[in-house]
């Protein structure tokens, strides 16, 4: 059974910055060829993407968070990560990191592997 495990998250006051980490273990496949993603999910919202990576290291962000957040991978670690710098009490939130062979299903919100998420809170 494949496990994600995520780290990192934790209270930060705004403008601060958070590091998040999620490494993977019990793939069935080439670590390097999955896409990879972070979500977060806000009480009383929808879970939402927040950056996405595939295996050739492109990234995505949800417009909320370019230009402050930076997702990252270390195929060699099975890791990816995601690193928060000008946070905001909106960022307040779960995050999970999330992992599928192909972007679609990343992308749909659908992918098949998920950490058991993180908690981030944005003190104003």
């Known amino acids: 059974q494949v496990q994600l495990v995520e780290s990192g998250g934790g209270s930060v006051q705004a403008g601060g910055s958070l590091s998040l980490s999620c490494v993977a273990s019990?793939?069935?496949?080439?670590?390097?060829?999955?896409?990879l993603a972070w979500f977060r999910q806000a009480p009383g919202k929808e879970r939402e993407v927040v950056a996405t990576?595939?295996?050739?290291?492109?990234?995505s962000y949800a417009d909320s968070v370019n230009g402050r957040f930076t997702i990252s991978r270390d195929n060699a670690k099975n890791t990816v990560s995601l690193q928060m710098s000008s946070l905001k009490p909106e960022d307040t939130a779960v995050y999970y990191c999330a992992a599928d062979s192909t972007m679609r299903r990343v992308v749909a919100g659908t992918p098949t592997y998920w950490g058991q998420g993180t908690q981030v809170t944005v003190s104003s």
């Open positions: 019990r793939i069935p496949f080439i670590y390097g060829i999955y896409a």
């Open positions: 990576i595939d295996g050739g290291g492109s990234t």
